[in-house]
């Protein structure tokens, strides 16, 4: 595809059920990144992909956070158990050469209630 | 916390002015890049300055790095209103792997 692209672009979900956010990377970038932004911040940095190597789990909040990525296309985030402060938007981005140039998805917004 | 932090955390100028933002950090970083953002999501790429590097130029943007005092500054020059936007430094650690964001600066340009 042209961009990234990252579905849904809006969930809802209740307290306590589980979510899947999906990211489709531009084809050829070895780097996918997930980020988080609530409203009115920064971004956090949740987890990277790199080619074949292990992926940098370090900003994941918690073990109710888990993402994928097969060979170099598709990503998914899952958060198990949402909870409130879940709320935010998911951004995705992809980049040829590891952080520098980054990508961004149009980021899905996720809320919990 | 937070490696970049951007100043002033909003800025409000007139069509045709010059807006400058900065951005301070706290470690050595391998590079440093400027994104924008409107609406409160996707990101856009606008410039990357290396540790070497001290001053460079995109159309009517301007980055300058010192890394002695551990900051940056975006310029942009004859501002318009599509301009209105959230911009972000983000910031490569040398050692580190992630690249971090700061708050943002948001820039309103009155027409």
Same mark, same amino acid.
């Given at each position: 595809?042209?961009?990234?692209?990252?579905?849904?672009?809006?969930?809802?979900?209740?307290?306590?059920?589980?979510?899947?956010?999906? #990211?489709?990377?531009?084809?050829?970038?070895?780097?996918?990144?997930?980020?988080?932004?609530?409203?009115?911040?920064? @971004?956090?940095?949740?987890?990277?992909?790199?080619?074949?190597?292990?992926?940098?789990?370090?900003?994941?909040?918690?073990?109710?956070?888990?993402?994928?990525r097969t060979?170099?296309?598709?990503?998914?985030?899952?958060?198990?158990?949402?909870?409130?402060?879940?709320?935010?938007?998911?951004? #995705?981005?992809?980049?040829?050469?590891?952080?520098?140039? @980054?990508?961004?998805?149009?980021?899905?917004?996720?809320?919990?209630? | 916390?937070?490696?970049?932090?951007?100043?002033?955390?909003?800025?409000?100028?007139?069509?045709g002015?010059?807006?400058?933002?900065?951005?301070?950090?706290?470690t050595?970083?391998?590079?440093?890049?400027?994104?924008?953002?409107?609406?409160?999501?996707?990101?856009?790429?606008?410039?990357?300055?290396?540790?070497?590097?001290?001053?460079?130029?995109?159309?009517?943007?301007?980055?300058?790095?010192?890394?002695?005092?551990?900051?940056?500054?975006?310029?942009?020059?004859?501002?318009?209103?599509?301009?209105?936007?959230?911009?972000?430094?983000?910031?490569?650690?040398?050692?580190?792997?992630?690249?971090?964001?700061?708050?943002?600066?948001?820039?309103?340009?009155?027409?």
């Open positions: 595809g042209a961009g990234v692209s990252q579905s849904p672009s809006n969930k809802v979900t209740e307290k306590g059920k589980d979510v899947e956010l999906r #990211c489709d990377p531009i084809s050829g970038h070895t780097a996918l990144y997930w980020y988080r932004q609530r409203l009115g911040q920064g @971004l956090e940095f949740l987890i990277y992909f790199q080619g074949n190597s292990a992926p940098d789990k370090s900003g994941l909040p918690s073990d109710r956070f888990s993402a994928e060979g170099e296309s598709v990503s998914t985030l899952t958060i198990q158990r949402t909870q409130q402060e879940d709320s935010a938007v998911y951004l #995705c981005a992809s980049s040829l050469v590891l952080n520098e140039k @980054l990508f961004f998805g149009s980021g899905t917004q996720l809320s919990v209630l | 916390s937070q490696q970049g932090e951007e100043d002033p955390q909003a800025l409000s100028i007139q069509e002015e010059n807006a400058t933002m900065n951005c301070s950090y706290k050595s970083i391998n590079n440093l890049q400027w994104y924008r953002q409107n609406s409160g999501r996707g990101l856009v790429h606008l410039i990357l300055i290396r540790s070497n590097e001290r001053e460079k130029h995109s159309g009517r943007l301007r980055v300058t790095l010192d890394t002695s005092k551990k900051s940056s500054s975006l310029l942009i020059t004859a501002s318009r209103a599509a301009d209105t936007a959230s911009y972000f430094c983000a910031t490569e650690e040398t050692s580190g792997s992630r690249l971090t964001f700061g708050e943002g600066t948001q820039l309103t340009v009155n027409p």
